[in-house]
Structures are given as structure tokens and as C-alpha cells.
């Protein structure tokens, strides 16, 4: 298979960019450490000797895990999937990071946000690590086995129970999160964020793995959730979880987080709207009073917004002061004295024209004479959230929620994250449509119904990709014996229940303008045969292999299965929109993206019976593109041919 079509090689990539950097530090393709000491300055660079440096048992396995390419792919299933044609929405069973590998030429640099929620390392949480801590790179590469198809088979380890008696309890818990996130890294586009939940037991390490992968420029900030009383006898009563904050790079992001959606603010919009249509003058005054005396314990970050008047709900706001330095000077004359207002202590922070606009437009609030500062007047429509550090949130809610997507189960996860934690800081980041959001510890898919809620409340379309390990549940569970057997069933129909939920909960005026669905895909085996040169001793044996390579697919490879393996390795998202055509005689899988992207299509004759046809599309571009897609002698377009379905992949610019 050609090069532009296999999945990145992590190191390969690396090297890549750093020759393209400084190209005089390779020589024949290698790299040349003296030349690129000389090329960054002596000075820069250690050379032996102490150093300040994150290090366990176990890391350079961890980099040879990283570096090993994946040949592994994602098969659709359509059964499992709501809306699958038009979903813009992907859930992923399989180990997350063979997953993160198949995901990366297609996803390099498009991710707005990743949240993840990986194991606390408490003593008693299970996940994946390598453990052999003296393993050559060939010993590794010879022992690892093809991906069973079930997603289950790890590379790097097995999945098993990180005691604190085994000797390498903070080392495993590293070595399993530092490729996840060198992937991650990788995903995220230039302004792009990811957060980690995590608590005491490792919050000091993933800080300095963080610095490690990300850069310690480029570390943004630790949130303190507090999410628990507790009243128990102890030193130091522990009440609260971290959200550490990485920008993919800091320079890149905005300057000021702030967010415009918030629940109290559209009650408070929609409450001065309801009685500024009952209301005006005192009798709106006093209704407004009367409501928010009863609300204001339920109204907080917005309990000063104590004001009404034909254009809503408002507070004063003392922005109107210069912070810091000394600002302008000039005076405000009170409308009843008439005499000139208090001024703040460093002068107001607008020049006189600014000011004369805001008292035109009545924006500004006076007190009863001139001896009060004045304020300006904020209308609850204009509020923006600003990303406090620290946040109060009852973390029982996330069990509360998942009770109304599994209301016959009493427990079916332990710790779930609230939505609302999520719905939270979201709207910080994902402001814009198509903007994606990456979790792979998805475990009850929280983050899809986060995604979920923002989306059906402000009409933004953002899309998420969530990716789950098919965890065995314990068989003397209550969800094991509701007939889930793994975590990836769970997060899956908690997304479907989540979706039919809020589809019941629509009436024809909140009807959502796009139809909510998500693609479901498993970790499954390449559909292509993987040429194994390490075996090759004897001309016979080469002549063998070639003849096994005389059809590149494995026998019974499904063409659809097929097509979106090719997709994600000629770099096309799994929610590309793709359509099954008859054309000419043959069935096409033809992709059209954005304007500047290229098109793709997938074009076989098939002699099954049992192979549908679809509508088919008899415009001039399409039948033009079924030419090019059979002219596959042209060697700039990468071909895979095949006998039986005489199947050509074709990628050519927009004609």
C-alpha cells in the first residue's frame, strides 16, 4: 500500500518535522546529533551529566508502545447507530490508544477540545500497560500480535488491576498515559485545548507528564472542583477534584475565556421577558421584586441582577472603572442635584465621547445623589461567564443523571461525571459549528450528552468523538445482569437513551434543525493483507509471500468495511458525507468535502446479488469522476485493485 495511505508512524512523523526544521542536521535520512548540536548551539544542549527530568520504571517502553504503528482499522456498525448516514456524532469500541493511532492522519490537528476522565490510579482501577520493563524493541515488536476482532487484544500489555502492592504502581499508571497523550497532542488543532480530571493520587506526575509531552510554556491552569462534604474524622478533610488545563499551544488560544451560555441567564432573559409583557412602570418594578426575592438563592453567579425595565432584567456593574492605572478624567453631573459624581479612584476607564454615548443610551445608573459612583447597566443578555479557578458542584448529580437514561438500574457507574460539570466549561471553548471534542475514557459518555445539551440549546452543531474500551463488567453486577457484559454497551446506549430522551422531550416549537444520531465503529483488524518481510530467509519463501499479495484485501473483506479504512488513511473524518451510487454499471462511493478538499471515491462491479443499489446520482460531476476513478493508470492517484469486485481507490482534485 503506498505510503500516503498507511497510518502515521508517530516517530516516523516527528522526524519528519524536525528535518523539515533544521534539514542540516540529517545526513543520508538519519539524523546526525553533532550536526544538530551545532545547528541549535552548543549551549542548548545537555550533554550527560544531572538534569531536571520526569522519569519511572518503564518509560522507554512506553516510547517503543508510542512509536509502533497500528495496523488496525474502524469497522461501521450500522445496527448499533442512530441516523447513521447523516450522524455528525462517532462512538469508537475498542483500546483507546490503538484507536487514537487509526484516528491520527485522519483527525491530525482538527480537535478543538479534548476532556478526558482517565483512572484516578486509587489502587483498585484497572487499565492497560506494558510491563516489561527490560524489553528490547524487537522482543516487543516480535511478541505483539495481530488486534483480535473483537477490539479486545492489547498491544502494549494486558488489562489488569494497577495494585499499590506491585512494586510499580506510579510507573504503570505513567506509562500508560504518556502515548495517549503524545496522541492527543497530535489531534488537537494549534488553538486547541485538552483537560484532564484527576485527583491526589497522581495530580503531581500528570503535571510533569503534561510539561513533558505538551510543554511547560504551555500549561494554562489547575481547576479546583469542590464536589463533596465530607464530615468524617480525619487530618485533612479531602473535598474536592482537579481539571489540569494544556493548550496545544498557548499562543495560539484566546487571550480571555469567557462563555455566553448559562441556565440562570436564559431564566432571568425569560422571566423579564414574561413580565414586560404583563407589566410596565412600578407594577413591573414590583413583580420583578417580588420574584426575585422568592429565586435569588437559586440565581447565583446572577443574584445581583436585582433590576428591570422595558429591556429586561439588568445590574449595575462597576466597569466603568479604570483597573490599575490612572484613567481619564472629566465629570458625570447627577440628573437630580446636578452636581458632578464621585469619581472612582484612578479615573473612569472610557473617554468623554464613550461616556456621553452610554448616558444618551441611558446605560448608566446613578445613586440617590452625587456621592455614589456611577455604575454601568449590564442587561442579564449581555452576561459572559468568566472560568473561575475554582467552582462548587455537587458530584452526585453525574449519578442523579444517568438515573433518567437507566432508570432500571440503580448504579451503572460508580463516580459518573454530571453533566453539568462538562455544560460547565464547554461553552469556553466550543463556540463555533463543526467544532470537535475528543474523549477517549468515555466510560458513561457523559461528554456526549454534554455535547448533546449545548447543541439542542444554542443551535451550534459541534461534534464529538467519544472512544470506549470494551471493560468486562463484573459478572456479580446489577448492569451485568441487565444484559450489558462490557463498559463499551454501556456508554453506548447511554447516548442512544440519551438522544431518545431528549427527542421525547421536543414539542414543534424546540424542534432541533438537525437530526441527532451517532456513528458507531469497532477496533477491528485491517481489511488489507499486512506484508511481513522480518520471516523472509530464501527466495522461495519471497516468492510465496509475493503470491499471497496477488490480492491485497483478505478474503470476504466487506467493500463498505474497506471504504472507510481507505477514508481514514487518505485523511477524511469518519463523518465525511458519503454516497453509495450506481453509476455506469458499477457501485461508487463518492465523498464530496469542503470546497478546497479533495474528493474521493470508491468505485467496484460486484457479481453478489445481495449488493444493493442506491439511488443513483446522474449528474455530469459524478459521471465525470467515475472516468477519472477508472483511469487508474495514471500513477499520482493511489489504486488498489482488486479481481473479483475490481474495486479503485482514486483521490484527484475538485474538477
Avoid at 460486484?606 to 483511469?631: K, M, N, Q, W
Wanted: charged share 30%; hydrophobic share 35%; with cysteine.
Amino acid at each position: 500500500m503506498s505510503d500516503d495511505v498507511k497510518l502515521p508512524d508517530p516517530a516516523r512523523e516527528r522526524r519528519k518535522q524536525l528535518q523539515a526544521l533544521i534539514p542540516d542536521a540529517f545526513s543520508e535520512g538519519r539524523l546526525d546529533v553533532a550536526a544538530l548540536k551545532r545547528a541549535l548551539g552548543e549551549a542548548s544542549v545537555i550533554d550527560g551529566g544531572e538534569r531536571y527530568a520526569l522519569t519511572w520504571a518503564g518509560k522507554s517502553n512506553a516510547y517503543k508502545v508510542l512509536q509502533t504503528p497500528s495496523t488496525a482499522t474502524l469497522r461501521p456498525e450500522r445496527d448499533k447507530s442512530i441516523n447513521f448516514d447523516q450522524a455528525q456524532h462517532v462512538f469508537l469500541e475498542g483500546e483507546n490508544l490503538e484507536v487514537l493511532k487509526v484516528l491520527q492522519k485522519a483527525y491530525f490537528g482538527k480537535v478543538k477540545l479534548i476532556y478526558i476522565d482517565p483512572p484516578y490510579n486509587t489502587g483498585s482501577d484497572s487499565f492497560i500497560y506494558p510491563d516489561r520493563f527490560q524489553e528490547s524493541k524487537e522482543d516487543y515488536l516480535r511478541r505483539i500480535n495481530e488486534l483480535a476482532d473483537d477490539g479486545t487484544l492489547m498491544r502494549e500489555g494486558l488489562f489488569r488491576t494497577n495494585s499499590k502492592e506491585g512494586g510499580h504502581y506510579h510507573s504503570n499508571w505513567l506509562s500508560m498515559m504518556l502515548p495517549r497523550l503524545y496522541i492527543a497532542r497530535n489531534l488537537l488543532r494549534n488553538d486547541g485545548v485538552i483537560f484532564v480530571s484527576c485527583d491526589d493520587n497522581e495530580v503531581h506526575n500528570l503535571r510533569c507528564l503534561m510539561n513533558e509531552v505538551f510543554g511547560e510554556s504551555n500549561f494554562v491552569g489547575t481547576v479546583v472542583w469542590k464536589n463533596v462534604t465530607d464530615n468524617n474524622p480525619t487530618n485533612v478533610t479531602t473535598e474536592h477534584e482537579y481539571l489540569l488545563v494544556v493548550a496545544r499551544s498557548k499562543d495560539a488560544i484566546e487571550r480571555e475565556w469567557k462563555s455566553s451560555i448559562s441556565d440562570v441567564k436564559n431564566l432571568l432573559i425569560k422571566t423579564g421577558r414574561d413580565l414586560t409583557t404583563k407589566f410596565k412602570g412600578a407594577e413591573l418594578d414590583a413583580a420583578y421584586q417580588d420574584w426575585f426575592r422568592e429565586n435569588k438563592s437559586q440565581l447565583w453567579p446572577l443574584d445581583r441582577y436585582k433590576y428591570i425595565d422595558r429591556d429586561g432584567v439588568y445590574t449595575g456593574s462597576q466597569s466603568v472603572h479604570n483597573p490599575g492605572r490612572e484613567g481619564y478624567r472629566y465629570d458625570v453631573l447627577h440628573p437630580i442635584t446636578g452636581k458632578p459624581c464621585k469619581q472612582p479612584l484612578m479615573g473612569y476607564r472610557f473617554p468623554r465621547e464613550t461616556m456621553d454615548g452610554l448616558l444618551a443610551d441611558k446605560r448608566i445608573l446613578f445613586g440617590e445623589d452625587e456621592s455614589k459612583i456611577i455604575e454601568l447597566k449590564i442587561y442579564a443578555n449581555e452576561f459572559q461567564e468568566k472560568f473561575s479557578s475554582v467552582f462548587e458542584l455537587d458530584g452526585r448529580l453525574g449519578t442523579y443523571d444517568l438515573r433518567e437514561d437507566f432508570p432500571e438500574i440503580t448504579k451503572a457507574f460508580t463516580n459518573p461525571k454530571p453533566i453539568k460539570l462538562l455544560t460547565g466549561f464547554f461553552p469556553f471553548l466550543l463556540k463555533n459549528e463543526g467544532d470537535i471534542v475528543v474523549d477517549f475514557f468515555a466510560g458513561s459518555a457523559t461528554t456526549a450528552a454534554a455535547v448533546i445539551s449545548l447543541n439542542r440549546k444554542d443551535s451550534v452543531q459541534r461534534k464529538f468523538v467519544l472512544v470506549q474500551l470494551p471493560e468486562p463488567c463484573d459478572e456479580q453486577s446489577e448492569v451485568f445482569r441487565s444484559g450489558y457484559s462490557n463498559i463499551a454497551q454501556i456508554s453506548r446506549q447511554r447516548i442512544g437513551n440519551f438522544i431518545k430522551r431528549k427527542i421525547d422531550q421536543e414539542d414543534l416549537a424546540t424542534v432541533s434543525p438537525v437530526p441527532v444520531g451517532f456513528k458507531s465503529f469497532i477496533l477491528a483488524p485491517s481489511n488489507f493483507k499486512q506484508w511481513r518481510g522480518d520471516g523472509i530467509e530464501t527466495p522461495e519463501q519471497l516468492t510465496q509471500q509475493m503470491q499471497i499479495f496477488t490480492k491485497s484485501e483478505k478474503d470476504g473483506a466487506d467493500v463498505e468495511h474497506m471504504f472507510y479504512e481507505l477514508l481514514l488513511r487518505f485523511g477524511q473524518e469518519l463523518t465525511t458525507p458519503a454516497e453509495l451510487l450506481d453509476v455506469a454499471g458499477g457501485k461508487v462511493f463518492a465523498i464530496q468535502a469542503s470546497p478546497d478538499a479533495v474528493r474521493t471515491g470508491v468505485i467496484y462491479r460486484s457479481h453478489d446479488p445481495a449488493v444493493g443499489s442506491i439511488e443513483a446520482a446522474r449528474t455530469h460531476r459524478y459521471r465525470r469522476c467515475v472516468r477519472r476513478l477508472r483511469h487508474t493508470e495514471d500513477q499520482s492517484r493511489p489504486t488498489v485493485s482488486r479481481r473479483r469486485h475490481q474495486i479503485h481507490l482514486s483521490v484527484s482534485l475538485r474538477g
